[in-house]
């Protein structure tokens, strides 16, 4: 049997004290505190924004704070200080790093992208500033749907560096791109044996999956979106039992958005029984109150970086649906 995990009520009372502290330094320093869906529950709940990769990258854009304080990983950090030079950016922990953005080294990409003359770069956001600024076009898991049918169909892509999701995406549009090989561990972890025996001993409810999951799993779901999206089916269906094929911090806004339903995370792996990002936890309340009292850990980007990184971030937002 599969034991498939059930969101539950987050007792919020011994972060009090720290929300309170939080909310003081926010007023005091003209603060906006940013975090990710995959992020502790008491983080989103000190946050003034909570989204997905485009949410925040938008929101990071458009703002009148001098201090941007960005609980997520460490690209997500990046890209705001690529945004926004002349703010302070904060990080609660600079070793939250992405081990898919990782996967994808500059001197590699620069020798892939050499091997497909010609051909427009397509870069998913969960990538370094090196990356970006060897692409064409940055996009999110919301809007790369979007993106990508803007290309003219005789134009080559490369993609990178989620294979997962370039596949995906591949198959949605009827297009041919050049994959680089990289994953998000925690949605490559899905299984489709486990996620058809969580789906036999649950037949009410329906399976949702982010693109980053394997064909063999996204073949069986209900609903393939970004976070985002994945919400927002959540709020807007008639099912009333969700097993959620992404990271579980979601689970806690879906929770709360739609109180009366039931949402379970997705099995992996006996061994690992449930896919989480490690490095999205690093992000602690406690740390978040730390480093906005030290002001570090601070996010420079060389200027020359910065700029070159900058061109595939804004034609993303330009392309993007508002």
């Known amino acids: ?36 869906y995959y992020t502790l529950p008491e983080v989103q709940q000190a946050a003034d ?9 938008r929101a990071a854009e458009k703002n009148d704070a001098d201090v941007i304080v960005f609980a997520g990983v460490y690209f997500m950090a990046e890209t705001a200080k690529i945004l926004n030079p002349a703010k302070q950016v904060l990080m609660p922990d600079a070793f939250a790093g992405c081990p898919l953005a990782d996967s994808c080294p500059a001197d590699e990409f620069r020798r892939f992208k050499a091997q497909h003359p010609g051909a427009i770069v397509i870069t998913y956001i969960n990538s370094t500033a090196e990356i970006k600024a060897l692409s064409d076009i940055t996009c999110t898991s919301s809007n790369v749907e979007h993106i990508i049918r803007q290309i003219p169909p005789e134009q080559q892509i490369i993609f990178g560096p989620d294979r997962n999701l370039g596949a995906y995406i591949a198959k949605k549009c009827n297009r041919e ?3 680089w090989q990289g994953y ?6 899905f299984s489709e044996e486990y996620m058809l ?21 996204l073949r069986h779901a209900h609903f393939v979106g970004s ?48 896919g989480v990002c490690t490095q999205m936890k690093q992000n602690t309340l406690e740390k978040l109150y730390e480093c906005m009292v030290n002001r570090k850990p601070e996010i420079i980007v060389d200027e020359q970086l910065r700029c070159a990184a900058l061109v595939s971030i804004r034609r993303m937002l330009e392309m993007s649906p508002v």
């Open 1 to 36: 049997m599969i034991r498939v995990a059930a969101s539950t009520s987050v007792d919020f009372s011994p972060y009090e004290e720290l929300f309170k502290r939080i909310s003081a330094l926010k007023k005091e320093m003209n603060a906006l505190v940013l975090a990710h």
């Open 227 to 274: 976070t985002r999206a994945l919400l927002d089916y959540t709020v807007s269906s008639s099912v009333n039992k969700f097993i959620v094929a992404t990271e579980p911090g979601i689970l806690y806004e879906m929770q709360r958005l739609s109180p009366q339903k039931i949402f379970m995370m997705a099995p992996g792996e006996p061994d690992n029984p449930r």
């Open 49 to 57: 924004i909570v989204g997905d990769s485009l949410a925040l990258a």
């Open 197 to 217: 025996i969580a789906c036999v001993e649950h037949p009410d409810a329906e399976l949702i999956a982010h693109p980053e999951c394997r064909d063999e799993v």
């Open 184 to 189: 998000c561990y925690v949605h490559d972890d």
């Open 177 to 179: 791109m050049a994959l």
